[in-house]
């Protein structure tokens, strides 16, 4: 069973930055795509930004492009979301998840194990 814990969250101003971790427990991390996903109140989950196994390739929704970075450490077993420039409409609650395969998608259907979900809300 694999396990994802992500501390991280929190409350920022409207143009500031926060950074989300996510740990992953297990051996088998660096084989896996992981993807970032949120949900705000009374929507649905959406995909935010996603990563290949070595790190080598990212993938981001229009909406983050250029203020949002992922990245992972496979030594610490770790998957991160810089996330910059913040709007209001970033407030959600963001999820860390494990893909199926090597290769990231979109869809919340390729992936198999979730973290419980962290705030992140942004003031205007």
């Known amino acids: 069973q694999v396990q994802l814990v992500e501390p991280g969250g929190g409350l920022v101003q409207a143009g500031g930055s926060l950074r989300l971790s996510c740990a992953a427990s297990?051996?088998?991390?660096?084989?896996?795509?992981m993807g970032w996903f949120r949900q705000a109140p009374g929507k649905e989950r959406e995909f935010v930004a996603a990563?290949?196994?070595?790190?080598?390739?990212?993938y981001y929704a229009d909406s983050v492009k250029g203020r949002f970075t992922i990245s992972r450490d496979n030594a610490k077993n770790t998957v991160y979301l810089q996330m910059n420039s913040l709007k209001p409409e970033d407030t959600a609650v963001y999820y860390c998840?494990?893909?199926?395969?090597?290769?990231?998608?979109?869809?919340?259907?390729?992936?198999?194990?979730w973290g419980q979900g962290t705030q992140v809300t942004v003031s205007s």
């Open positions: 998840a494990r893909g199926k395969g090597m290769v990231p998608t979109m869809s919340t259907y390729e992936y198999d194990y």
């Open positions: 990563i290949n196994w070595s790190g080598g390739k990212t």
């Open positions: 297990g051996r088998t991390f660096g084989l896996y795509a």
